[in-house]
């Protein structure tokens, strides 16, 4: 079964970065459109970007509150994808799940946690 | 952006009842490439979000039958036929056509 595995959530203070790491197995990663999504504590889900796969171009796409902050890059030879996050905000806490881009599969999620 | 609004956003069902929900977007999902991106999600506490439906009417593998869903252009519907104890839990559509966004969920909890 398709697999991703998030990681490199923690504490960061407002104003700083953080990189999000996402594992993919099992499945053919290099042909995958591929999509961060969060969830702030006790809240809905919503879109963060995606990023096609070099075939389709490898070009990202980024919700606005993200625009400018945040840029999703993926690794084909090493089945990774990630979300490097600048200039947080509190408003940027939440889990962080990586999903492959029609949401088929999702990973257990990451807490990025953006607190003074 | 497309805007996405589901109603309800509060369900209370009894079980073996059925259940609607609805999703509209601000603008027709309908793609160039003749598909209509819009999907259908389950998250039941304390878990990952699961896909239930892709493509407006697709079942997902291992999703049952009493899940299904309908709709074109702007107007979409997810529909339980008899609601188990199971189904508790918050709905959402999503729609990849114009980037993707989410609608707002819903919660659909046993009377």
């Known amino acids: 079964e398709v697999q991703l595995v998030e990681s490199g959530g923690g504490l960061v203070k407002p104003g700083g970065s953080l990189r999000l790491s996402c594992e993919a197995s099992r499945f053919t990663f290099s042909d995958a459109w591929m999509s961060w999504v969060r969830q702030a504590p006790g809240k809905g889900l919503e879109w963060v970007g995606r990023?096609?796969?070099?075939?389709?171009?490898?070009?990202?796409e980024y919700a606005a509150p993200v625009k400018g902050r945040f840029s999703i890059s993926r690794d084909d030879s090493k089945n990774t994808l990630y979300l490097q996050m600048n200039s947080l905000k509190t408003e940027d806490t939440g889990v962080y799940y990586c999903?492959?881009?029609?949401?088929?599969?999702w990973g257990q999620g990451t807490l990025v946690t953006v607190s003074s | 952006d497309v805007v996405m609004t589901q109603s309800p956003l509060s369900l209370p069902v009894t079980l073996g009842q059925p259940a609607s929900i609805s999703c509209r977007s601000s603008q027709s999902l309908v793609s160039s490439d003749g598909n209509t991106y819009l999907n259908w999600f389950q998250q039941r506490p304390g878990q990952s979000p699961r896909r239930l439906i892709y493509k407006v009417s697709n079942r997902d593998s291992g999703v049952p039958d009493r899940f299904s869903g309908s709709g074109s252009g702007t107007d979409f519907t997810l529909k339980i036929s008899r609601v188990e104890a199971e189904d508790v839990g918050v709905y959402y559509c999503m729609q990849g056509t114009h980037s993707s966004t989410f609608g707002q969920g819903t919660k659909l909890e046993i009377k």
């Open positions: 999903i492959t881009a029609g949401g088929g599969r």
């Open positions: 990023i096609r796969s070099k075939t389709d171009g490898g070009t990202t």
